[in-house]
């Protein structure tokens, strides 16, 4: 155990800044996790200001409540934020040692976003890309940058700090080290590491959707309300979260996305529910919008 804990150290002692992409709801635990648990200095960017805004206001407002609860001094709480830097500019992951890349489930959307990063990083060929993508393929997405031996899949859960384990995702040209080290920056996150086979939906999604959509489509033919199938899920099977109410926490446009990528296993059993579909088209993205299979106020 010892000896692990010195690998976890060597492996991460150079990681002094991490570079957060994308600040939603996972970006944001994300970069909580990397001040919390790595005690690592974390640039946060998102190319929507309002979205960097209330990361850090969220992330100030989760300090202020360690400090109310005593479970943090002032100081500590004050250490806390100040490893959180609002990045002006994309450009500043040229400062960082690490990126963790944590927007849309999109591939061409990653693949520009990858594409403008690597620009920034053409003088740090050694910084490690990891995706937190849930379900797009890790070989394909680390084609688009200018290094695919250090690029590999990293993908977190939802709430990331209260979430222990990590799926570590490796690629047809991510090299062992790289794949080391990330584990080794989990680690130091405060998270457990699974491994996981570079396939559509990793492990988790490609159990977790056909679940979600065939709630979804239980609530389609009728079966039940929306509140008693997540109730029958909560206390009959004692899962946290209803099936309906966690699509709506995920958010319907990313389960939708993700269950388009299962679809390509070509398989019918990976059909899309209809209300799925609908409730996308009309914006009804769960929680985040106010409104999805539930009313949120
Ligand atoms: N950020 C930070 N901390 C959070 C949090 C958040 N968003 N939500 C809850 N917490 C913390 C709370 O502060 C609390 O901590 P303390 O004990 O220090 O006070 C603790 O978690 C428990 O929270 P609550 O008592 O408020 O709520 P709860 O006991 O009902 O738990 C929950 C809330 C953890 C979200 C629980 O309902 C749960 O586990 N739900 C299932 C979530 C799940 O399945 N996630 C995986 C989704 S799939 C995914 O993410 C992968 C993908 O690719 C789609």
């Avoid at 086979?197 to 239980?218: C, H, K, T, W």
């Avoid at 609530?219 to 309906?244: N, T």
């Amino acid at each position: 155990f010892e000896s692990h804990q010195k690998e976890v150290f060597r492996m991460t002692q150079g990681i002094r800044s991490v570079a957060v992409l994308g600040c939603g709801q996972m970006g944001t635990g994300i970069a909580q996790c990397i001040a919390r648990d790595a005690r690592r200095n974390v640039f946060l960017h998102d190319s929507d200001q309002k979205q960097l805004v209330r990361a850090l206001q969220k992330l100030n407002a989760w300090a202020e409540l360690q400090v109310s609860r005593n479970k943090w001094t002032e100081e500590e709480a004050g250490t806390f934020l100040k490893r959180i830097i609002a990045a002006g500019s994309l450009k500043d992951v040229d400062q960082t040692d690490f990126v963790i890349e944590a927007t849309v489930e999109d591939f061409q959307e990653k693949s520009k976003l990858f594409k403008t990063t690597c620009e920034f990083l053409k003088d740090k060929p050694e910084v490690i890309i990891a995706t937190n993508t849930s379900s797009l393929s890790i070989t394909r997405l680390a084609e688009t940058t200018d290094r695919p031996s250090r690029f590999c899949g990293m993908h977190f859960f939802n709430p990331v700090p209260v979430m222990k384990v990590v799926e570590l995702v490796r690629g047809a040209q991510s090299t062992q080290e790289t794949v080391e080290t990330t584990a080794s920056m989990a680690q130091i996150m405060g998270k457990s590491v699974a491994f996981v086979q570079d396939s559509p939906g990793f492990v988790s999604n490609r159990l977790l959707m056909p679940y979600i959509n065939e709630a979804a489509l239980a609530v389609h033919e009728g079966l039940a309300s929306v509140a008693d199938i997540d109730h029958i899920m909560r206390e009959g099977c004692r899962m946290p979260m209803g099936p309906l109410e966690l699509a709506d926490f995920i958010g319907l446009d990313t389960c939708l996305a993700i269950m388009r990528t299962l679809g390509e296993l070509g398989e019918t059993k990976f059909a899309v529910a209809p209300s799925i579909v609908e409730l996308v088209k009309e914006r009804k993205l769960g929680k985040k919008t106010g409104q999805g299979f539930y009313a949120y106020t």
